[in-house]
């Protein structure tokens, strides 16, 4: 098959030594060791330049086939965040109420989350994530995507990273099932909703459990032969 592979000089970055390379490891390590996920958002606003920089930067990612399988769905609207936090406590309840099941309740209590979702409504910023089950073409007609749970997954990790770096706090949430995001935000059927992020500044008391900040250790998550 005669494909267009059309390629493009690989944009110029100086190669650094070990000592440059380990430098910045290290203080990117510093920086994104301060990420916590926040329930509790200050309702100071947020420029939509800086939403609009960081998805830009999550839209870097890649992905299967270079489909770029995403929707980002920013929403600051009162009305449509109440509307969003409306349904999204209905299923929360039903989770809570025994839908998730008693090891999975266990497993969260530490976190001390509940069924209510004020952040929803507090948070200056909702983004949702849709991850697109497959592309429509100018003619109608379906184009296949590929390992699209993995490429919107690294896009949401560009995404937090971003905003994370813009002085902003974040949480993932993800009330199950979340169809609701497809009607409130008039949303194709092609997509899926991956992930409802909360956006915003922490409020000037916001506190996280304890459990949260507990990670595990390299030796835990890494080898090395």
Known sequence: MDY???????PHRPQLTAAEGLDRSRRYLETISTRRTVRHFSEQPVDQQII????????????????????????????????IRIAAEIEERAFYAGKAGTTWLEDIGPLGTDAQKPFLETAPWLIAIFAERYGIEG??????????SESVGIATGFLINALHEAGLATLTHTPSPMKFLNK????????????????GYAAADAQVPRAATC??????????R
């Open 4 to 10: 267009d592979y059309d390629p493009v000089p690989l």
């Open 52 to 83: 609009e920089t960081a998805i830009r930067a999550a839209g870097t990612a890649p992905s299967g086939a270079n489909h770029q399988p995403w929707h980002f769905a920013c929403v600051s609207d009162p009305e449509i965040k109440r509307e």
């Open 139 to 148: 003619d109608g007609s379906k184009r296949k995507n590929y390992y699209i």
């Open 184 to 199: 409130i935000l008039d949303r194709p059927t092609n997509e899926r909703p991956f992930i409802l992020l909360v956006v």
């Open 215 to 224: 990670k595990k250790p390299l030796r835990d998550i890494a080898s090395f």
